[in-house]
């Protein structure tokens, strides 16, 4: 393996702070120098609709891995919330680092909580997990379309477009921008989706080399919590179309999967929302206790909230 690679990376200061974050680890821990390419994606273009209507996450990834494809690029670090449950063949992710912050943040300019909002408040979110969840807590509330990077999104709150936004709480942490954080939404009180706060290094498959190397930055607490997290969406035929929300903690060895799911269309409909404990001590053990939540939410009636 050469001692010099290159990052793939979307443009946004969220995405340039994360490789270089993970440039920076691949010189202190591994040795290895890298350098950044920095590329414009569909979904950093298309900002008009929001993302189940245009292809879902993986728009923010495909020009990534054609540039892994090519040879242009050794590596593609990714917010693992944004890469779909199935990768194309010849992918794999290689590591999963130690996550962030998983929760989601209210971000306001005036209102210090989600309780705090007045009667029929505009609060910004193009997550269809977002949106039913807030109306699960606020079913007053007017949940607009909220594109764009993070800089953009807050710019938009700013010009006074909304009473509130939500924002992942990692992206803003991780830029120093903490402070815009009013509150956090618990855990109990707004799921997070699958692999929310994680970072996610793909490579080409064949690339045996550096699978062995990345292999040293992984955090398998949080890898395993990230892949029974994402099975309970790939068991369900995950899409961004899916109002799904998955959130693995561990409590001691065993680890604690929750899932809710909101209906696709009707976003008042009631959450659909169960839990599992089980001793996971590998990724088969991971994939097994999500596809078991993935179950149960099928049982509770997940046939008739998901897209047709």
């Keep these: 393996m050469t001692t010099s690679i290159i990052i793939a990376t979307r443009e946004s200061r969220l995405a340039l702070w994360q490789a270089e974050h993970v440039q920076a680890r691949l ?13 414009t994606t569909r979904g950093d273009q298309i900002l008009d609709r929001t ?35 199935e990768l194309p063949e010849g992918f794999l992710l290689a590591a999963v680092l130690e996550r962030e912050d998983p929760r989601d943040a209210f971000v306001s300019n005036d209102y210090a909580t989600v309780t705090d909002l007045p009667q029929g408040a505009v ?10 969840q807030l109306l699960s807590l606020r079913p007053d509330l007017r949940v607009e379309p909220l594109r764009g990077n993070l800089d953009t999104r807050l710019r938009k709150l700013d010009e006074g477009g909304y009473h509130a936004i939500v924002l992942a709480a990692a992206g803003l942490k991780r830029l120093g921008l903490a402070q815009r954080i009013r509150c956090h939404f618990e855990i109990d009180e707004m799921l997070p989706c699958a692999g ?17 190397a990345l292999a040293r930055l992984a955090h398998t607490p949080t890898q395993l919590a990230c892949e029974a997290e994402r099975a309970v969406s790939r ?27 909101g209906h696709a269309e009707v976003h008042l409909s009631p959450l659909l929302r169960t839990g599992v404990e089980a001793y996971v001590g590998d990724m088969a053990g991971a994939r097994a206790l999500g596809q078991q939540v993935a179950l149960r939410l099928r049982e509770l009636g997940a046939g008739a909230y998901l897209p047709g």
């Design 196 to 212: 929310q706060g994680a970072l996610g290094l793909e490579i080409r498959a064949d690339d045996s080399a550096l699978v062995a």
């Design 51 to 85: 993302l189940s209507k245009v292809g879902g996450k993986g728009l923010f990834v495909k020009e990534l891995e054609a540039a892994l494809a090519e040879g242009r690029a050794q590596l593609a670090v990714h917010s693992l919330k944004d890469v779909p449950m």
């Design 123 to 132: 609060v910004g979110s193009s997550s269809l997990r977002r949106v039913t």
């Design 27 to 39: 010189r202190d821990e591994l040795g290895l120098t890298a350098t950044l390419l920095g590329m």
């Design 235 to 261: 068991a369900l035929g995950g899409s961004c179309s899916m109002p799904l929300a998955a959130h693995a903690r561990w409590q001691g060895r065993s680890l604690r999967l929750e899932a809710a799911l």
